[in-house]
């Protein structure tokens, strides 16, 4: 049997990296210091030459013919000069310079200039943007931008072989996952988010890589289309082992540009109702981008890759694992409904159980179906449950931390 490598984002190969903070799925308006891409929402679609002195006001930005010209004259530069975007918002006398601007649906994306940040907000605080030339004899950077108010910054991050692209005809399942950790509720005293994001992070990436193995693994099980898919992820080295390239995944700092949002549920909205007769550990939207972690009932999710007989612990003394738990959410956000207990054992139970805590055949052919259907899912951060949704934890498990 040939060996497996599952190829993470801390290999040593040599990738060309691409900036994660900042990227927005395919289709939005995408404004460089030279160029324009217009794209989901304008009339036309396509590319623009951004000029030398040009104004776009926000209400014109799908209109070229209405982007007008600065009528101040450029200063003379003694040095090197190169062209930046100028972003005026509401309320604000001074411009924000960027290297890029992505604009969706609802917000702004920005590559700030001089800095290796990235900020986001609502796209209706933009007022207008311009090309300006940077002269190099000026500061080595600009001071840091006054923002509005409600913006959110984060710092610059890359990702090898990173894109937003969909390969399949599910939309959800892309090639490359970011997320963003969302708490709801007050959490408890000296409750380590960081830490929570880590195990999210190592869970997430994991469960990536255990679905996309199951289907390798089951090839008689697929579909001409997604043969394909698995073959165009898999290389073979000299030496006879087989490269696995999942989707990679990364924590982002601001929600706007996550393409998965993850909830710490607290307690409090009825997301998990005190009335429940059993531990429900966790739920997800339904073909969608959106897991609630029940933080309400459990005291701990910690990832526990270790493996025995091809199965993981569900817990330990302290914490619930989160790998099982997470994998069998991200099968609902795919679009996999429960799979009764009655049919056999499956990750995709409604119950959790040692006896499936990776995927078995009944999965990866629920999976199969789910990725040749074509959808495009919830938005991130849309949560909607059905009265009997949820993974529940074995009968025998108690309610309140421990």
């Not at 210091?33 to 040009?54: D, F, H, R, Y």
């Not at 982002?252 to 949002?261: E, G, K, M, R, V």
């Amino acid at each position: 049997m040939a060996s497996i490598i599952v190829f993470f984002i801390g290999s040593s190969f040599s990738f060309a990296q691409h900036l994660i903070s900042v990227a927005t799925p395919s289709g939005q308006i995408s404004i460089l210091p030279e160029v324009a891409k217009l794209g989901a929402g304008c009339p036309k679609i396509g590319s623009i030459s951004v000029n030398s002195g040009v104004v776009i006001d926000a209400a014109d930005i799908c209109e070229p013919a209405r982007w007008r010209n600065s009528n101040k004259p450029m200063a003379t530069c003694p040095a090197r000069s190169f062209p930046v975007l100028g972003v005026l918002f509401q309320g604000r006398r001074d411009w924000v310079l960027a290297e890029s601007v992505v604009l969706s649906k609802q917000h702004f994306h920005l590559r700030l200039f001089g800095a290796m940040e990235d900020a986001h907000g609502d796209r209706q605080d933009i007022v207008a943007i311009k090309r300006v030339e940077w002269c190099t004899a000026n500061a080595s950077s600009p001071s840091r931008p006054e923002l509005p108010s409600d913006a959110c910054r984060e710092p610059r991050q890359f990702a090898v072989a990173f894109d937003y692209g969909a390969p399949l005809n599910n939309k959800i399942f892309i090639n490359g996952f970011s997320f963003y950790v969302r708490v709801a509720g007050h959490p408890i005293d000296g409750f380590d988010i960081e830490r929570a994001g880590e195990d999210i992070r190592s869970s997430f990436g994991r469960a990536l890589t255990i679905w996309t193995s199951g289907l390798q693994d089951n090839n008689a099980m697929l579909t001409p289309t997604i043969r394909t898919f698995i073959r165009s992820r898999t290389s073979t080295t000299a030496g006879g082992y087989t490269l696995l390239t999942s989707p990679q995944v990364v924590q982002l700092y601001c929600p706007h540009a996550a393409t998965f949002i993850v909830e710490l549920n607290f307690g409090g909205d009825g997301t998990f109702p005190n009335s429940s007769l059993f531990l429900t550990l966790a739920k997800s939207r339904l073909v969608g981008r959106t897991i609630s972690l029940n933080m309400r009932d459990v005291a701990c999710f910690r990832t526990m890759p270790e493996m025995t007989n091809d199965q993981v612990a569900l817990r330990d003394d302290n914490c619930v694992n989160l790998l099982p738990v997470f994998t069998h959410e991200l099968g609902h956000a795919f679009g996999i409904e429960h799979i009764p207990s009655a049919s056999g054992w499956a990750l995709m139970n409604p119950v959790l159980s040692e006896n499936a805590t990776m995927p078995t055949r009944l999965d990866v052919n629920a999976f199969v179906s789910a990725l040749e259907r074509s959808v495009t899912g919830a938005s991130p951060g849309e949560l909607e449950f059905r009265e009997a949704s949820g993974l529940q934890a074995p009968s025998d498990w108690s309610f309140g931390r421990k």
